[in-house]
């Protein structure tokens, strides 16, 4: 994994986070040394992430990046298309949620930001491991997208909407 991704990763582990996260742990998941990951953390506070430093680990307290939620719908042959139009475009699919008639809102974190997961996560549903959330709703379902400006995600979204993907907010 390149300098740049593992720091796009880190940020996106820390904005998903729901605790801080050990310098040690991410030396771990990254296969990095412990001075890399701080020396990554300095950059991106440079980058203008607000993250904390605790005796925890850890904590982002801020992104610079912009978020939207695209309301989509569309067979299980078109997500390896859906995903890959919006890490082409740079956005990270942070998320996928679906509204269940009787167990309500249903989210699974996804954090996808390039070609190499969209392929990974197709293989998972393709081998039978498990079936897309939008299944259960007709093929409805919602993004959480993040992106570094509203520029991004306007491409994201103009170019779901070209493909058709975009469902009509009722």
């Not at 605790?54 to 989509?72: A, W």
């Not at 997961?117 to 998972?124: T, Y």
């Not at 959480?144 to 170019?159: F, M, N, V, Y």
């Amino acid at each position: 994994m390149k300098a740049l991704e593992r720091r796009k990763a880190i940020a996106n582990g820390l904005l998903s986070a729901n605790e801080a996260i050990s310098g040690s742990e991410l030396s771990r998941q990254f296969g990095v040394s412990r001075q890399i990951i701080v020396q990554d953390i300095t950059i991106l506070k440079g980058m203008g992430y607000d993250i904390l430093s605790t005796h925890n680990g850890y904590i982002m307290q801020k992104s610079p990046l912009k978020e939207r939620v695209f309301k989509l719908h569309h067979t299980t042959e078109q997500t390896e298309d859906e995903l890959n139009t919006i890490v082409d475009l740079g956005g990270t699919v942070v998320d996928v949620y679906v509204w269940h008639k009787v167990y309500g809102k249903m989210v699974a974190p996804l954090n996808i930001f390039s070609r190499l997961q969209v392929k990974q996560f197709i293989e998972g549903v393709r081998s039978g491991k498990s079936t897309e959330l939008m299944n259960i709703t007709g093929g409805y379902h919602y993004h959480t997208i993040r992106a570094d400006s509203e520029k991004i995600l306007d491409s994201i979204e103009t170019a779901l909407e070209s493909k058709g993907l975009i469902a009509p907010i009722i």
